[in-house]
C-alpha cells in the first residue's frame, strides 16, 4: 500500500497538531480549587466579593444605602466565625447566603458541590407532610410512610434553615428547596447539631402513632474516588492514535439531534419539552414539531428547565396571543432595561436580549417622554440609559389552546415567555413561580477559594415601569414539581380552570384546529 506526498503531509500535520495539544494541556496549570481556607484566605476572598458586589451588581445598585451596611454586617460575621482553617465547601454556603441577602435571583454560587453529608431517603412533600421515600421513590417504612422529626428537630426547623440557601421567591418553591434539605451534615452545622455517620428519622402514620429508624450515612469511598483518579491519569495517557480518532468523531453540541420530540396525551393534546431556547432556534426539526403541536386542540410544552435568549420560541408561540387595543400609546413595547455601568461593558451588552436603544423607535422627543414617563428615575453614574423590547410582529390566529410547564428553574427568554403568556385568554401557566431572572449576569473566580460567582448586572421592567426582575410570575394552576406528571390528569386541570378574559375577540379566519378538548 502506497501513500502520496499530500497524504504523507497532512498525517504529519495532523499528528505534530495532535501533539502540540497535548503539551499545551500539559503546560496550563490546573486550577484546583483549594480543600482549606485560613483566616485571611477567608477576609480576602470577602473583600474582592463585597467590592465586585458594589462595582457589577444591579440589585446592589437599586438599594445601595440598605444593602451595603447589610453585606459588611454579613462578612463580619463569616470572619469572625471561621477564625481557623475552613473546608471550602463550607466557605461556599456561607457565600451563597449572603449573596441570598441581594434578592437577586441570579446569584449563586455556581456548581455549588457540598461533600459533607447527604440525608440517605428522599422527601417528597404531600399536603403538610412529608413523606420518606428510598432510592426508587418507594416508602422506607409502609406502616409508616410519614417523617416528622430529623435528629429530634421538627421538619419545619429544617426547611427553615433550607431556606436560607434560596432567594425570593425561591423559597416558596419545592423543587429549589428539596437539594438543600438533602444537605444533612451543612444544615446540621447550621442548626448546631454534631456531625455523626448516621442519623435518626421519626416516622408516622395516619393514626398518629410513631417510629423511630436510624438510618447510615452513605460514605465517600477513597477507593472509588482512587479508582477515578487512576481512570483519569489512563485517559489522559493515551496515544496520539486514539487522540486523532476521538478528534474524528468529535461533533459540536448545537448539532447533535434534540432528543425531544411531539408526544401524545390523548386524541386531542399533544405534548413537547423545551429545555435549551438557543438549540430550539438552530434546530428545524424541532420547530416543525412545534408547529405540528399548534395544530391540535391543546399543546402542553415543558419549559420547566428552559434558559437562553432567544426569541424564536415566544415569536411562534404568539400566535396564541390576543389582540391589544388597549395600549394606544405603544402597542408593540414589550418592556424596558438597563444595565450596571462598567468601563469594561459596551453600549450593545443588552443586544443578546433582544433589547435596542430607545433611538432605534425613532419617535419624537415628547413621544419619547410620554413613553418613559412612569419609569423610574435612576443614577445615571451607576445605571446604563434606557433600552427597549418590542413584542413580536406576530398575528393571532386560531382558537385552540396552550399549556405551559413552568418552574424557578425557567430563565432568561423563558421568564418572557411566562410573563407573556399569563396575560394571554387561551394560554394556561401550569407549576410553580417563576424566580424573575431575566438578567445577563457578570461572573467571577474568588481568588482563593476559586468559587465562580455570578449575579444579575441588568434589570427588566414591564412597558408600564414595574420592575420584572426578582418578581417573578405566578401560574395560573399551581403544580409542585417534585413528582412525575400525570399527563392525562393535567389536561382535566387545564378543563376546569377558570377562563380568563379576552381582550378583544378575534374575527380573522382559524388556521388552526378547531376540536373541543375532550
Not at 416508602?139 to 422529626?149: K, Y
Not at 443588552?350 to 423610574?376: C, D, I
Not at 421568564?415 to 424573575?436: F, H
Not at 399551581?478 to 406528571?485: A, E, G, K, R, T
Request: some cysteine; overall charge negative.
Amino acid at each position: 500500500m502506497s501513500f502520496s506526498y499530500r497524504s504523507i503531509v497532512m498525517l504529519l500535520s495532523v499528528i505534530i497538531f495532535a501533539s502540540l495539544l497535548k503539551l499545551a494541556f500539559f503546560a496550563v496549570p490546573k486550577d484546583n480549587t483549594a480543600p482549606m481556607l485560613n483566616a485571611q484566605e477567608v477576609r480576602q476572598d470577602l473583600y474582592a466579593l463585597l467590592d465586585q458586589i458594589e462595582q457589577h451588581s444591579a440589585f446592589y445598585a437599586l438599594t445601595p444605602d440598605k444593602a451595603s451596611p447589610q453585606l459588611k454586617y454579613m462578612a463580619s460575621l463569616i470572619v469572625e466565625q471561621y477564625q481557623d482553617m475552613t473546608p471550602n465547601d463550607r466557605f461556599a454556603a456561607e457565600i451563597t447566603k449572603l449573596l441570598n441577602s441581594l434578592k437577586d435571583p441570579g446569584a449563586q454560587v455556581h456548581d455549588f458541590d457540598d461533600q459533607s453529608g447527604d440525608l440517605p431517603l428522599t422527601l417528597r412533600p404531600l399536603n403538610d407532610q412529608w413523606l420518606a421515600l428510598d432510592s426508587s421513590n418507594s416508602p422506607i417504612n409502609n406502616d409508616f410512610p410519614f417523617v416528622t422529626h430529623i435528629d429530634g428537630l421538627p421538619m419545619s426547623k429544617w426547611v427553615a434553615a433550607s431556606q436560607a440557601y434560596l432567594s425570593e421567591p425561591a423559597k416558596q418553591s419545592q423543587e429549589m428547596q428539596l437539594p438543600w434539605l438533602k444537605k444533612l451534615n451543612l444544615l446540621r452545622e447550621d442548626l448546631g447539631l454534631s456531625i455523626k455517620p448516621y442519623v435518626l428519622v421519626t416516622l408516622i402514620n395516619d393514626d398518629l402513632q410513631n417510629q423511630q429508624v436510624t438510618l447510615a450515612l452513605p460514605s465517600h469511598e477513597p477507593q472509588a474516588q482512587l479508582a477515578a483518579s487512576n481512570q483519569e491519569d489512563k485517559t489522559q495517557d493515551m496515544s496520539v492514535l486514539e487522540f486523532i480518532n476521538q478528534l474524528s468523531q468529535f461533533e459540536r453540541s448545537e448539532f447533535q439531534d434534540v432528543p425531544y420530540q411531539l408526544e401524545t396525551v390523548n386524541n386531542t393534546t399533544v405534548k413537547l419539552k423545551i429545555s435549551d431556547l438557543y438549540a430550539f432556534e438552530l434546530n428545524r426539526d424541532l420547530q416543525q414539531e412545534l408547529l405540528k403541536g399548534m395544530t391540535h386542540p391543546l399543546l402542553i410544552i415543558d419549559l420547566r428547565d428552559a434558559s437562553g435568549f432567544s426569541p424564536k420560541l415566544l415569536t411562534l408561540l404568539s400566535r396564541y396571543q390576543d389582540a391589544d387595543l388597549n395600549n394606544t400609546l405603544a402597542p408593540n413595547v414589550m418592556g424596558f432595561a438597563h444595565y450596571r455601568r462598567s468601563p469594561e461593558l459596551r453600549n450593545d451588552y443588552l443586544q443578546p436580549l433582544n433589547f435596542k436603544p430607545l433611538a432605534a423607535l425613532e419617535y419624537s422627543v415628547p413621544r419619547l417622554k410620554s413613553l418613559t414617563r412612569n419609569l423610574p428615575s435612576v443614577d445615571e453614574d451607576k445605571f446604563s440609559p434606557w433600552y427597549i423590547r418590542t413584542k413580536p410582529a406576530v398575528t393571532p390566529e386560531g382558537r385552540n389552546r396552550l399549556a405551559l410547564l413552568v418552574s424557578p428553574k425557567c430563565r432568561q427568554e423563558c421568564e418572557w415567555i411566562a410573563y407573556r403568556t399569563k396575560s394571554w385568554s387561551r394560554a394556561n401557566l401550569i407549576g410553580e413561580k417563576t424566580s424573575g431572572d431575566f438578567a445577563r449576569q457578570y461572573h467571577f473566580k474568588l481568588p482563593n477559594s476559586g468559587l465562580d460567582i455570578r449575579f444579575s448586572s441588568s434589570l427588566t421592567y414591564d412597558a408600564q415601569g414595574k420592575l420584572l426582575s426578582g418578581a417573578g410570575t405566578e401560574p395560573d394552576i399551581w403544580l409542585p414539581q417534585n413528582s412525575d406528571i400525570q399527563w392525562q390528569g393535567l389536561v382535566s386541570l387545564v378543563r376546569s380552570a377558570k377562563p380568563k378574559t379576552q381582550l378583544i375577540q378575534t374575527s380573522q379566519p382559524t388556521k388552526l384546529a378547531q376540536a373541543k378538548l375532550n
